[in-house]
């Protein structure tokens, strides 16, 4: 299938605007879809994916030079399948008014009544990072499509492949007022942002997640930022080493570690770091006995986040720390076709390496020292709230006191990623990795109204509330004060 053609700059910032106009005017005309037309526009979701899984998997494969199609497979294809599966099956459950507490109760009694609705929020605009591009625009549609909401989409600049024929499969599979897709480059993305939708949703780097906020600022459009950070993993001193150090380097080699989740740094006690050494590099190897031309292992998306890679590990070793570059086959990585990188152990990096001072996204990992467990919670408070946090061990009050004592968008504890993948956890960062979340029930709840709607009683005991006040009312008001 052709990649669908871009059109100019000017030209897509056009039908950006007269594409909002329409889904808008469609929206309010129409009015909120029916349960079965939502069922309806996730039931093609599902359908245009497993139908089309084989030539998504090439068109990523295309965007990165080399990209694993079983991990492509797993993260993109079952990843987009299973968020629109989980609301197809929910949706009417999710839609029902909630009850809500009467007060006083004795209105209650006389036929009052407290509800939440949930009513769609218009027009979603939604804004995608190259590193998982299937699983970031779908999982974000099916919350969108179940909360009633159209679509319109933004795909990144750096996977032109996949957004071009994302756009060409929506096109087929939707009317244009339903979802519609604009590809481009920053020029457009910045144009779609400052549009006035209903809610825009970005998943991004934090610099640009601040310039996306000021953008929707402007027309107070509310936000759902999807951003980053250096997600930390704590080892703790009762931890498995060798279960640990295979844990925490899948989580690292996981496309080739471009993923806004994966593990930034790892703090571990000083006298495990050398086991971690030993072990990190065993584990590396029983994944990945070679890495040059390995179809599990995929490659760095530009030429540019790969100098960018090497750049940090080149100004780390200038300052000091050791490299560990874990190369099993013994692989001559200075030619080879596509960006692939080995897993880089950065060992006792400090402050002031480029490496501990920006989010990383590539097979680069700190490792560093610490002395008692409360040290590691310092560490990680000294640096702006992560995305994710990871604790390895076995000791449930060191576990408890770093949930209690840090701040993360989300945790998992002895493993990586996997909060992330149950649909009933909300997904969101806090402070600069992020506001608002997705997910499951909670992408439907971000992407809807929650109208509060008060059914009055039809009895007069409400004129008690009304001039003149006497000694019954402030009789009643005493009540209200004691509670």
Not at 372 to 393: E, H, K, Q, V
Request: glycine share 8%; net charge positive.
């Amino acid at each position: 299938m052709n990649m669908t053609a871009i059109p100019s700059t000017e030209a897509t910032k056009a039908r950006m605007q007269a594409t909002l106009h329409r889904q808008k005017a469609e929206q309010t005309r129409l009015g909120p879809p029916s349960l079965s037309l939502r069922r309806d526009r996730i039931a093609r979701a599902i359908s245009m994916v497993l139908t089309h899984k084989n030539e998504l998997l090439d068109a990523m494969n295309t965007d990165f030079g080399a990209r694993s199609r079983d991990m492509g497979m797993l993260y993109d294809i079952v990843g987009s399948v299973q968020p629109l599966r989980e609301a197809h099956k929910n949706v009417a459950k999710w839609m029902r008014p909630q009850r809500r507490k009467v007060s006083p109760p004795i209105l209650s009694l006389l036929g009052a009544r407290s509800t939440v609705r949930y009513q769609p929020k218009g027009v979603i605009g939604i804004v995608t990072s190259w590193n998982f591009p299937l699983q970031l625009m779908m999982d974000a549609a099916a919350a969108a499509f179940a909360a009633g909401n159209r679509v319109m989409l933004k795909p990144s600049e750096f996977t032109p492949a996949t957004g071009g024929l994302v756009a060409q499969l929506f096109d087929s599979h939707f009317d244009e007022d339903e979802i519609s897709t604009f590809l481009g480059g920053p020029d457009v993305a910045s144009a779609f942002t400052s549009l006035p939708f209903d809610h825009l949703i970005f998943t991004g780097s934090t610099n640009v997640g601040r310039h996306v906020m000021r953008a929707a600022a402007d027309n107070l459009t509310p936000v759902t930022l999807e951003l980053g950070g250096k997600s930390p993993v704590v080892v703790g001193r009762s931890a498995d080493i060798g279960k640990t150090a295979a844990r925490i380097m899948m989580g690292k080699m996981i496309n080739a570690g471009q993923v806004c989740v994966a593990p930034d740094y790892v703090l571990a006690p000083d006298d495990r770091v050398e086991p971690f050494i030993t072990a990190a590099t065993t584990a590396v190897a029983k994944m990945f006995p070679t890495l040059k031309d390995n179809p599990d292992y995929t490659s760095i998306i530009t030429q540019r986040h790969y100098e960018r890679l090497q750049m940090l590990t080149d100004d780390a070793r200038a300052k000091g720390a050791r490299i560990v570059e874990i190369n099993p086959a013994k692989e001559n990585f200075s030619q080879q076709q596509f960006r692939r990188m080995p897993p880089t152990l950065i060992v006792d990096a400090t402050d002031d390496m480029a490496v501990m001072q920006e989010e990383i996204f590539g097979p680069v990992l700190p490792i560093r020292r610490y002395g008692t467990f409360d040290d590691s919670i310092d560490m990680i408070n000294a640096r702006p709230r992560p995305l994710s946090l990871y604790y390895f061990g076995s000791d449930k009050a060191e576990s408890e006191k770093l949930l209690e004592r840090t701040h993360a968008g989300g945790v998992t504890i002895n493993d990586i990623f996997w909060h992330i993948a149950m649909p009933d956890l909300p997904f969101g960062g806090i402070g600069p990795s992020g506001m608002g979340a997705y997910h499951g029930h909670r992408g439907f709840v971000e992407f809807s109204h929650e109208k509060a709607v008060y059914h009055q009683t039809g009895s007069e005991i409400i004129a008690m509330f009304r001039p003149p006040y006497g000694p019954k009312y402030r009789k009643m008001i005493g009540g209200l004060l004691k509670g």
